[in-house]
């Protein structure tokens, strides 16, 4: 069993939709990040979560550590939120990744 | 740009051979990471230097070796090659070892044939 499981492994929505991306782990952590790669392959860092919620622009993620779980949501979604979007936990001074959700939003 | 800078963007090598890949980190940031990225694998740890010292190792081949030189950047080398080891390799760099934020560079994609 992977330390960090991501579901779902792959995505389709219509322009508009809220999307919900999941982030189990079954280590320890320091922190968790999202991150999101674009087809050209570069990678984003889109948060870093010990603890709630943040909140940047129609992306939130949130974390609970009790249950070790955590969600990543866009509201109102576009295409150009199409992208693979990677769970990391960092623990013991590295990061685990998770296999990535592969998103594709139509117009 | 992110600030951190990977060179060179591309790299495509016969087996056997040996290669060298470089990485600036973003400004005032003393720990680098490095990361693979293959097809069947996902995104896999290599190695983390801070301020020149290893820190820690993950899934990084004998094969394979890093430093972190007294400016900050950090070389990743690979040597005999093989055809498995095409992937994308990352650096990322951030301010200090703890739960802090990464800065990934634009990665080197690297073909072994």
């Known amino acids: 069993k992977n330390e960090v499981e991501q579901s779902p492994q792959n995505l389709t929505a219509q322009e508009g939709e809220f999307i919900t991306i999941n982030c189990s782990y079954s280590v320890g952590i320091s922190a968790l990040h999202w991150l999101q790669q674009h087809p050209g392959g570069g990678i984003v860092s889109l948060f870093m979560l010990s603890s709630g919620k943040k909140k940047h622009g129609r992306l939130i993620a949130t974390i609970n550590i009790q249950e070790k779980h955590s969600s990543l949501h866009i509201t109102a979604s576009h295409p150009r939120d199409s992208a693979v979007y990677i769970c990391?936990?960092?623990?013991?001074?590295?990061?685990?990744f998770g296999k990535g959700t592969k998103l594709s939003v139509k117009p | 740009d992110s600030g951190v800078t990977q060179t060179p963007k591309h790299l495509i090598t016969a087996t056997g051979q040996r290669v060298t890949l470089r990485c600036s980190p973003r400004s005032g940031d003393l720990s680098v990471y490095w990361y693979q990225q293959s097809l069947d694998q996902g995104l896999q740890f290599l190695i983390h230097?801070?301020?020149?010292?290893?820190?820690a190792k993950g899934n990084i081949l004998e094969r394979f070796s890093a430093q972190q030189f007294p400016d900050l950047h950090s070389e990743l080398n690979l040597s005999s090659l093989e055809l498995g080891d095409s992937a994308l390799y990352f650096c990322?760099?951030?301010?200090?070892?703890?739960?802090?934020?990464?800065?990934f560079g634009s990665g080197t994609r690297l073909t072994v044939v």
């Open positions: 990322a760099s951030s301010v200090d070892t703890g739960p802090y934020g990464y800065t």
């Open positions: 230097y801070y301020n020149g010292e290893e820190r």
């Open positions: 990391a936990v960092g623990s013991q001074g590295n990061l685990i």
